[in-house]
């Protein structure tokens, strides 16, 4: 199975600063089709995932533009441009190149 | 809108059954490969199961395998998984959730959801 490791666990950051989050892939997410399959979710306070972003860089619908996501082969990365306070939750990276796919610990994100 | 609702969750003993339902809304279900993922309460997330939009083909994580079986119901636009000889480490919020791809391939690569239901929480305890 393809084991995700995300860094870091935890990130406080100042409203208005941006974040980054690191997304590790044990193997290659690249499919022979010639698309990578590497996702990203926020799960909010109680409430469920919810997708942000789809094969790496591709921003779901009407998820804002300060969210981006970047990458190839094992290394992948979200950026936050400015954090908003209605961006705290968790962040989980995904991936489904083989099944069964698999995601992330998460990673945290709180305010200051 | 689309819509996920899960119930059928609680509290069962060790050995015991649940079997939980998703009921779809607000999109096609049929044209749609569908999820169950799963969440201990604060913890990470799992893949548990997924069956085709056409119900051909089914895949269950190891974890689950022979233990739990997913079924859908055009008729009802309806989901389900059946979770038998359950066990403490089930303990869990089940979600129900879409595929983002329109009558996709199974097991080709490249399922994620795009939307998920609130979820129903599973109990294993004596």
Same mark, same amino acid.
């Given at each position: 199975d393809v084991v995700m490791t995300q860094t870091p666990l935890s990130l406080s950051v100042t409203p208005g600063q941006p974040a980054s989050i690191s997304c590790k892939s044990s $193997?290659? =997410?690249?499919h022979s089709d010639g698309k990578t399959y590497l996702y990203w979710y926020l799960q909010k306070p109680g409430q469920s995932p919810q997708l942000l972003?789809?094969?790496?860089?591709n921003r779901f619908?009407?998820?804002?533009?300060?969210f981006s996501g970047s990458g190839s082969g094992t290394d992948f990365t979200l950026k936050i441009s400015r954090v908003e306070a209605e961006d705290v939750g968790v962040y989980y990276c995904m991936q489904?190149? $083989? =099944?069964p796919g698999s995601f992330g610990q998460g990673t945290k994100v709180e305010i200051k | 809108e689309v819509q996920l609702v899960e119930s059928g969750g609680g509290v069962v003993q060790p050995g015991g059954s649940l079997r939980l339902s998703c009921a779809a809304s607000? +999109?096609? +279900?049929?044209?749609y490969t569908m999820y169950w993922v799963r969440q201990v309460p604060g913890k990470g997330l799992e893949w548990v199961s997924l069956i085709s939009w056409d119900g051909a083909t089914t895949f269950t994580a190891d974890s689950v395998k022979g233990r739990f079986t997913i079924s859908r119901d055009s008729s009802k636009n309806s989901l389900y998984l059946q979770m038998n000889s359950l066990r403490s480490e089930d303990t869990a919020l089940y979600y129900c959730a879409k595929d983002g791809r329109w009558i996709a391939g199974v097991a080709q690569g490249g399922d994620f959801f795009d939307y998920w239901g609130q979820g129903a929480l599973v109990t294993v305890s004596s």
């Open positions: $193997q290659s =997410l690249l972003i789809y094969e790496v860089s619908s009407g998820v804002p533009d300060r489904s190149v $083989q =099944l | 607000g +999109f096609s +279900f049929d044209d």
